[in-house]
T-cell receptor
Framework: GAGVSQSPSNKVTEKGKDVELRCDPI?????LYWYRQSLGQGLEFLIY????????KSGLPSDRFSAERTGGSVSTLTIQRTQQEDSAVYLC??????????FGSGTQLSVL | GENVEQHPSTLSVQEGDSAVIKCTYS??????FPWYKQELGKGPQLIID?????GEKKDQRIAVTLNKTAKHFSLHITETQPEDSAVYFC??????????FGQGTRLTINP
């Protein structure tokens, strides 16, 4: 597709379960970001991949959160042992280096 | 690291009036300043951006100004319309560093 694709669009899970969120960036974009947006709040930076460089993981809130980017394209954000405070919209974005970010529509995660 | 502050958090204006949102940044080496608009249920979309080698940029009813000395930049929307109602985010970055966002401004246009 032409844009950033995220799946699933909605995810309901039980506290303590693991979840995986997927992001397909725009083809050719070297940079990929994950942000978290709690209800009515701003964009909280989580992790940033740029080409083959080591990712900037400085925004990950705990060691329950991890992300990988395979082959410089698709990325998966994994949250282990989910907690209720993890409930939020998780947004993925991609860009060319130093360029405009293109966001996906996000994954709404609800932890019951 | 970079820190971006955005004000106001909410803004309500009458249709046809102008709206101004302001941001300050901390890293004097930042050189890229985009603005994003987020409508309900959607991801943010870029509406305008400016680089540090210019002081102002316009695109129809939208303009952005940059003051590098004071480290602040502003979004100006003129002749506001109901479809301008949304949450607006400013951001800043340096080179290939990550983009850091402000906390957002919820703009409401009253008919």
């Amino acid at each position: 597709g032409a844009g950033v694709s995220q799946s699933p669009s909605n995810k309901v899970t039980e506290k303590g379960k693991d979840v995986e969120l997927r992001c397909d960036p725009i083809s050719g974009h070297t940079a990929l970001y994950w942000y978290r947006q709690s209800l009515g709040q701003g964009l909280e930076f989580l992790i940033y991949f740029q080409g083959n460089s080591a990712p900037d993981k400085s925004g990950l809130p705990s060691d329950r959160f991890s992300a990988e980017r395979t082959g410089g394209s698709v990325s998966t954000l994994t949250i282990q042992r989910t907690q209720q405070e993890d409930s939020a919209v998780y947004l993925c974005a991609s860009s060319v280096i130093s360029g405009k970010l293109f966001f996906g529509s996000g994954t709404q995660l609800s932890v019951l | 690291g970079e820190n971006v502050e955005q004000h106001p958090s909410t803004l309500s204006v009458q249709e046809g009036d102008s709206a101004v949102i302001k941001c300050t940044y901390s890293d004097s080496a930042s050189n890229y300043f985009p603005w994003y608009k987020q409508e309900l249920g959607k991801g943010p979309q870029l509406i305008i951006d400016i680089r540090s080698n210019v002081g102002e940029k316009k695109d129809q009813r939208i303009a952005v100004t940059l003051n590098k000395t004071a480290k602040h930049f502003s979004l100006h929307i003129t002749e506001t319309q109901p479809e301008d109602s949304a949450v607006y985010f400013c951001a800043a970055s340096r080179g290939a560093q990550k983009l850091v966002f402000g906390q957002g401004t919820r703009l409401t246009i009253n008919p």
